[in-house]
């Protein structure tokens, strides 16, 4: 099987090393709109060649979309246009507006909207690792329209990598990935602006960076080109989390200016419960 | 040299362990106002014995200061009052009302102010661990105001756990701990309050914690006898940075809820440049 992946960066360079390490394709074909970061694709090894979308298309059983969420709400309209028999897979980090996008389309039962929920802060070809996949959930969302065959394909993929499978709504999905992805990206740049801002002397941050601030802000180095769409498209959850989360922090603020002991001890310990359920 | 360390928890137990395993002490006196705690600390070895604190004093050369910052302000009076040649290192996590109640004592310049920037979520004496403050940063504060021998011996201790010494006056301390380590807790404390409010399927947030939601909350498993006391102790700084960071916030929710395109792209990228000062 030829597998095309569209967008080489950290997501789809990682499932490239991956396919290759496990065996799953003959060929992997990269199609990258720089051919500056193609060619970077393709002396790391990461892909087999670089081709037009196109040509890329009819050669593959299997496409998986990798770019940044808002260029393949704009690539589906023609990649939808080009498939045959094959298989597309998207792996961005938002679901509903790729999945209004293709609801009505005769090929809809061949897309598969899919979440691997994995990353880290960097970005581009040079990011891309292996087993960046393992032990981690992979959202498939609104299968019911799936034709099976394509389907399985999907879920043959992504358990190869060793995922586990997830299955829900994709307006579901965007709820779910503002609380647990979306606001920890924007609590994480905004953390960092705060001090970029008043600490002037930059060389005391670097020295007291072990308080427990390179956690909460190693997210701040991520990719705007990846993030802006993530939070343009999934505005309405996102906003609505934003504000829940600034009402969170008044709540801290108020206790700490009044001097409030037992209340603000109590916030702590609430937020404490956080530990149980994650574990 | 007999030490006896006041406070066996997260941080008391791991220096108690690297104090033992570097030979720096014959004898490790545990002072502790949990019994309960104290017999932990006793079965796992952290220390030799448990002892009152008046009787651990009068037996040590050396005593560190290792409660929550108010139990810490508590103590300092009768502490200072019972010493004659001992040099007493605090370790808490601020500084300047500390500073402020020693200021003017007799014997203030036995006194040395540290903060050991290290630590994790965990605490109590099973949290101890070694290596905890192995190529991380201590401050001392104010250290003009100290007798030679004393500072000698509180720096040879922190730089014996591997740690580098940078100095600084108790009140800039207090300003760079709040922008660096206690803005990164309220951030996590209040992240944490933001999702178990909203997601009540708690089984959902389990699955979904792969999306960089676990380094963002990790602090907010912080231990809350030991953080509400350094927030309500640093409230002007914490204040005030924790108004900066809402107004970022507020940056955030107007690009997005405007749909701003090309000023959250901004908004990110300036935020990148956390990486290069970190690094």
């Known amino acids: 099987m030829n597998v095309t992946i569209i967008g080489i960066g950290l997501i789809g360079g990682s499932i490239a090393k991956d396919i290759r390490k496990k065996g799953l394709a003959n060929k992997i074909i990269g199609v990258e709109s720089s051919k500056e970061i193609g060619s970077r694709a393709l002396d790391l090894g990461l892909v087999d060649e670089i081709s037009e979308l196109k040509i890329a298309v009819s050669e593959s059983e299997l496409l998986i979309l990798a770019t940044p969420v808002d260029i393949s709400l704009q690539l589906i309209p023609d990649l939808m246009g080009m498939i045959t028999q094959q298989t597309i897979v998207d792996v961005g980090s938002t679901k509903w507006d790729l999945y209004n996008s293709i609801e009505t389309h005769p090929k809809r039962d061949q897309f598969v909207l899919a979440h691997p929920m994995a990353g880290t802060e960097f970005s581009g070809p040079e990011a891309a690792v292996e087993h960046l996949f393992e032990d981690k959930v992979c959202i498939l969302c609104d299968t019911q329209e799936n034709n099976l065959m394509h389907l399985q394909k999907a879920k043959h993929l992504f358990r190869s990598l060793g995922m586990r499978i997830l299955l829900m709504k994709s307006e579901e999905h965007d709820l779910h990935a503002a609380y647990v992805s979306h606001i920890s990206h924007i609590s994480s740049f905004a953390l960092a602006l705060t001090v ?28 705007p080109e990846m993030w802006a769409p993530i ?25 700490i200016s009044k001097g409030n002991k037992i209340e603000l001890v109590e916030l702590i310990r609430e937020a404490n419960r956080i530990g149980k359920v994650l574990k």
């Open 196 to 223: 970029l801002e008043k600490e002037k002397d930059e060389k005391k941050i670097f020295d007291l960076a072990s308080g427990g601030f390179d956690s909460t802000v190693r997210l701040a180095k991520s990719s």
């Open 231 to 255: 939070f343009r498209q999934n505005k309405a959850n996102v906003l609505r989390v934003l504000d829940t989360y600034i009402e969170k922090l008044n709540a801290f603020k108020e206790e």
